[in-house]
């Protein structure tokens, strides 16, 4: 058995709502698995945290729980001189085409790069997003150690920004005036939640955003915020004015 596998090497079999929920999972490529076949340290961490069929085949990381812990997949970082580590669950990832995934972790959406490879260009892009006022729920650059499963660690980082409820938007096929009507957003263009829509909407048109994604949430501290911050010459925000200057039919 490699020393080397991830959550993608494995087909989820079932789940299991013992020790705060754990996968039954199974080699993609069928081969058999022997605890006696792996390396001694990873042997002994195995045979510590994870559970298996007669020591063949299946094998069941588990994740923290009471102390206990399988960790399948963490981001370790620096807080205050400590070192703080979270451990992500696979099974409340969410798919993202640029990073690891995505995940909810004290409030705040994480979204974990592997490798600090893509580290300069986005703060970079960010920087320029917060110095154009766009809204994007307080995104924060943070370093730090990504391990998954019996991977090496690798030094990445994460984008966190606050976790974002509303109705989504993604143009083309989720138009804004969609999101508008589903939160109830006011047609006064003297309504507070209206001129800040509008006002991240021409931002974002200032700014040349590309992939125009977020959230409209009405009477929340940001009642339009963007996702995947992406700039370019691209002229697509202009339909998101279209949609707010046509919402806006009374004084």
């Not at 400590?82 to 909810?104: H, M, Y």
């Not at 991977?151 to 993604?170: A, E, I, K, S």
């Not at 409209?216 to 949609?243: C, K, R």
Request: with cysteine; proline share 3%.
């Amino acid at each position: 058995m490699s020393d080397e596998y991830d959550h993608h090497d494995f087909d989820i079999i079932r789940t299991d709502s013992r020790f705060g929920i754990f996968e039954e999972l199974s080699l993609k490529d069928k081969s058999t698995v022997s605890i006696s076949n792996c390396s001694f340290s990873f042997r002994a961490e195995l045979e510590k945290h994870v559970m298996t069929d007669g020591c063949y085949g299946t094998i069941y990381p588990m994740y923290t729980h009471e102390g206990r812990k399988w960790v399948l997949m963490s981001f370790t970082y620096m807080e205050s001189g400590r070192p703080v580590e979270k451990v992500l669950l696979w099974a409340e990832r969410i798919d993202s085409r640029e990073s690891l995934g995505i995940w909810r972790v004290d409030g705040k959406a994480w979204k974990v790069f592997r490798t600090t490879d893509q580290l300069e260009k986005l703060r970079d892009m960010y920087r320029r997003a917060e110095v154009g006022e766009l809204p994007m729920g307080r995104p924060k650059f943070v370093q730090g150690t990504v391990q998954q499963g019996s991977n090496r660690p690798t030094q990445g980082f994460v984008l966190m920004v606050n976790w974002m409820t509303g109705t989504y938007f993604h143009l083309p096929t989720k138009q804004l005036n969609v999101a508008l009507k589903a939160e109830k957003i006011s047609h006064s263009k003297s309504a507070r939640d209206y001129i800040r829509i509008k006002f991240g909407c021409e931002a974002a048109l200032s700014l040349r955003l590309n992939d125009c994604q977020g959230y409209v949430e009405n009477y929340a501290s940001e009642p339009i915020a963007f996702i995947d911050v992406h700039l370019s010459t691209s002229t697509m925000a202009e339909a998101l004015v279209d949609d707010i200057v046509e919402w806006g039919t009374q004084p």
